[in-house]
């Protein structure tokens, strides 16, 4: 079984500081991970995914995580906010090595950005 | 590439009515699902499928009915609407774990 915790439900930073949005996971398999972005009634948009390989993955828009195996985290990071990056935020896991996986999301983060 | 198609966009119910949601992809994926938005809830699944003929109940089935029989669609059917199942609802197709979403639909259940 797979699941997974946003631990922050909202998170507010000021326009040119890092973010950091915080995600832990829990899985029976190999997971795959992935980051997507909700802006305010809108589709969902695939920031980025880690499936195997490099525990780093970079993703659009500057954004970036790192798959911690220890830590059961998959943290989601940017050097310097932009207003544009006013949004929800959805941690999502899966089994890696299955067609007919469950797809669980987390709760959500809303990430504020102040001038 | 059309991806996945929902429709309609937005509805307006009046409680006990019945209607269906329609979700079409175009990509041959086996795997399709069905997922319900809510402020502060993340999306919760309702319904998934694994194949053409075969459908499963996710975390939150009650009032829901699906059916799969073709790998391209996959509708979800609400036998009779409830204030409760006011909602965003995102159908999506996966292959290998990565999900590629619908654009929505905003239903509202008075």
């Known amino acids: 079984a797979q699941s997974v915790t946003q631990l922050d439900s909202h998170v507010s930073v000021s326009e040119g500081t890092p973010v950091l949005l915080r995600c832990n996971y829990s899985s029976s398999y190999s997971p795959s991970l992935f980051w997507y972005v909700q802006h305010p009634n809108k589709g969902l948009q695939l920031l980025l995914k880690y499936t195997s390989a490099a525990t780093l993955v970079k993703g659009i828009n500057g954004f970036e995580a790192e798959f911690k195996k220890s830590e059961t985290s998959f943290h989601l990071t940017k050097p310097s906010a932009h207003m544009s990056d006013a949004a929800e935020y959805f941690c999502v896991v899966s089994a890696r090595y299955s067609s007919a996986s469950k797809i669980i999301f987390g709760s959500g983060t809303r990430l504020s950005i102040r001038p | 590439n059309a991806g996945v198609t929902q429709t309609p966009k937005f509805q307006v119910l009046k409680t006990g009515q019945s209607m269906t949601l329609q979700c079409a992809q175009d990509m041959n994926h086996e795997y399709m699902s069905w997922y319900r938005q809510d402020p502060g809830m993340g999306l919760r699944l309702i319904h998934y499928s694994v194949g053409a003929g075969i459908t499963d109940q996710g975390e939150v089935p009650n009032g829901y009915n699906v059916s799969r029989s073709t790998t391209e669609d996959f509708p979800l059917r609400l036998l009779s609407a409830a204030p409760s199942q006011t909602s965003v609802y995102f159908c999506?197709?996966?292959?290998?774990?990565?999900?590629?979403f619908g654009q929505g639909t905003r239903l509202t259940v008075v």
């Open positions: 999506a197709s996966s292959y290998r774990a990565e999900a590629f």
